[in-house]
């Protein structure tokens, strides 16, 4: 299977300015890369949930299952049903509920519609999730972001994992892009039984103390309850915002003076810094801006990726070359040892850290982590049950 960076459907892009404002297309629509395949009929998937927290009870557990069907923002009700989101779900607080309840002891079972979406888990507290109407006048959904402290949701200990689920199949994954706090593990199974997300014993605490470990890194630890992606610490002002200045201008003056090769599916690009911009030839001409610290922290601005088949996968790699610095040590890209990853002194030490918590290496530690396969995402083209584990907290 290709990385998914090559693949000709598309990419997993997010929408990070959200900063818990209202939104005209939820967070969840452009999470998943195919989330355009297939038919919107609801299939029913059966969801297990699996609280293994040890350190909450059920009855303090609490699950949303929200995101999108044919371009309108639903949720799954705890019966199965898909439910449009509505404005009069807003309760006497201005904010909806709609969390579902664990079972009292063991397994909780639940149905998974075809939907792209989200499925939260809140501990000890609900989630506000508030229902608004959007640019079109149509009910929209205002999504927790944990990074900005001004959020309704920002005590609230919560995480979430993100799918698309459709006729081509099942397609998630657990996420560390804006934030690290509830350690999850998805199980899928079907043509064949997949684990990712699980985390090491001592994992959590092990991202705790990495992250405070570095000067640059350290402000992003919020409490005990969650870590924040640097991308959002640099917008919160808990961040340096020219922490990579440094080694962008030395791989701009590297490749100044000798060629730097991108592998796509498209076939190799031989790029070098012509002027300001850093220009490759091949399959097609494809250049791009000096990025700043944001953008690499990001993969957006200089570094967006659009769908194009061409520039967006040339720019995934370098922003995965740029958050791993591997780009000035390799000059064929993208890198596939992850012993060369992160080794530089100006590296994104989050992702190093929540990748060195995992079982098999895999996490969601920045937007273009799955290039050369990499993040915690999993698929199958005929599923027959996925599995949301709470893993513990403690060793």
Same mark, same amino acid.
């Given at each position: 299977?290709?990385?998914?960076?090559?693949?000709?459907?598309?990419?997993?892009?997010?929408?990070?300015?959200?900063?818990?404002?209202?939104?005209?297309?939820?967070?969840?629509?452009?999470?998943?890369?195919?989330?355009?395949?297939?038919?919107?009929?609801?299939?029913?998937?059966?969801?297990?949930?699996?609280?293994?927290?040890?350190?909450?009870?059920?009855?303090?557990?609490?699950?949303?299952?929200?995101?999108?069907?044919?371009?309108?923002?639903?949720?799954?009700?705890?019966?199965?049903?898909?439910?449009?989101?509505?404005?009069?779900?807003?309760?006497?607080?201005?904010?909806?509920?709609?969390?579902?309840?664990?079972?009292?002891?063991?397994?909780?079972?639940?149905?998974?519609?075809?939907?792209?979406?989200?499925?939260?888990?809140?501990?000890?507290?609900?989630?506000?999730?508030?229902?608004?109407?959007?640019?079109?006048?149509?009910?929209?959904?205002?999504?927790?972001?944990?990074?900005?402290?001004?959020?309704?949701?920002?005590?609230?200990?919560?995480?979430?994992?993100?799918?698309?689920?459709?006729?081509?199949?099942?397609?998630?994954?657990?996420?560390?892009?804006?934030?690290?706090?509830?350690?999850?593990?998805?199980?899928?199974?079907?043509?064949?039984?997949?684990?990712?997300?699980?985390?090491?014993?001592?994992?959590?605490?092990?991202?705790?103390?990495?992250?405070?470990?570095?000067?640059?890194?350290?402000?992003?630890?919020?409490?005990?309850?969650?870590?924040?992606?640097?991308?959002?610490?640099?917008?919160?002002?808990?961040?340096?915002?020219?922490?990579?200045?440094?080694?962008?201008?030395?791989?701009?003056?590297?490749?100044?003076?000798?060629?730097?090769?991108?592998?796509?599916?498209?076939? +190799?690009? &031989?790029?070098?810094? @012509?002027?300001?911009? #850093?220009? *490759? %030839?091949?399959? =097609?001409?494809?250049?791009?801006?000096?990025?700043?610290?944001?953008?690499?922290?990001?993969?957006?601005?200089?570094?967006?990726?659009?769908?194009?088949?061409?520039?967006?996968?040339?720019?995934?790699?370098?922003?995965?070359?740029?958050?791993?610095?591997?780009?000035?040590?390799?000059?064929?890209?993208?890198?596939?040892?992850?012993?060369?990853?992160?080794?530089?002194?100006?590296?994104?030490?989050?992702?190093?850290?929540?990748? +060195?918590? &995992?079982?098999?290496? @895999?996490?969601?530690? #920045?937007? *273009? %982590?799955?290039? =050369?396969?990499?993040?915690?995402?999993?698929?199958?083209?005929?599923?027959?049950?996925?599995?949301?584990?709470?893993?513990?907290?403690?060793?």
């Amino acid at each position: 299977m290709a990385p998914r960076h090559q693949r000709q459907l598309g990419r997993r892009k997010l929408l990070f300015a959200l900063g818990g404002a209202a939104v005209a297309a939820p967070a969840v629509a452009a999470i998943a890369p195919h989330a355009l395949a297939g038919s919107s009929a609801a299939a029913g998937l059966p969801l297990t949930i699996v609280n293994n927290s040890g350190s909450f009870g059920s009855a303090n557990v609490h699950v949303y299952i929200v995101g999108n069907q044919d371009g309108r923002q639903v949720r799954v009700t705890p019966d199965g049903t898909l439910a449009p989101i509505a404005l009069s779900d807003n309760g006497p607080d201005g904010f909806t509920d709609y969390a579902i309840s664990l079972a009292g002891s063991g397994e909780t079972r639940l149905t998974l519609p075809y939907m792209s979406g989200r499925i939260y888990v809140a501990l000890g507290q609900k989630l506000r999730f508030k229902a608004v109407a959007d640019g079109n006048g149509n009910a929209a959904l205002q999504y927790p972001a944990g990074w900005v402290a001004s959020d309704p949701n920002y005590q609230v200990l919560h995480d979430c994992a993100e799918f698309t689920y459709n006729s081509s199949g099942m397609f998630c994954n657990t996420t560390m892009v804006d934030m690290f706090s509830v350690p999850l593990s998805i199980r899928l199974t079907g043509a064949k039984d997949q684990t990712t997300g699980t985390l090491r014993a001592g994992g959590r605490a092990s991202v705790f103390a990495a992250v405070r470990q570095s000067a640059d890194f350290a402000g992003l630890v919020v409490d005990d309850t969650r870590v924040l992606a640097p991308g959002h610490g640099l917008d919160a002002g808990l961040f340096p915002k020219e922490y990579f200045a440094p080694y962008i201008e030395e791989v701009w003056s590297t490749y100044t003076g000798r060629d730097l090769v991108v592998t796509t599916n498209a076939g +190799a690009f &031989t790029g070098r810094v @012509r002027g300001d911009r #850093f220009t *490759f %030839d091949g399959p =097609a001409q494809v250049s791009f801006a000096k990025p700043s610290t944001r953008d690499v922290l990001f993969c957006d601005g200089a570094l967006a990726a659009p769908n194009d088949g061409t520039t967006g996968p040339v720019a995934a790699v370098l922003g995965a070359g740029f958050n791993r610095s591997t780009l000035v040590s390799h000059p064929s890209q993208p890198t596939t040892d992850p012993t060369a990853f992160y080794r530089g002194s100006l590296t994104n030490q989050y992702a190093r850290a929540v990748h +060195a918590a &995992t079982e098999d290496g @895999r996490a969601y530690g #920045f937007a *273009f %982590d799955d290039v =050369a396969d990499f993040a915690s995402y999993i698929q199958d083209t005929a599923p027959t049950g996925i599995r949301l584990t709470l893993t513990p907290f403690e060793s």
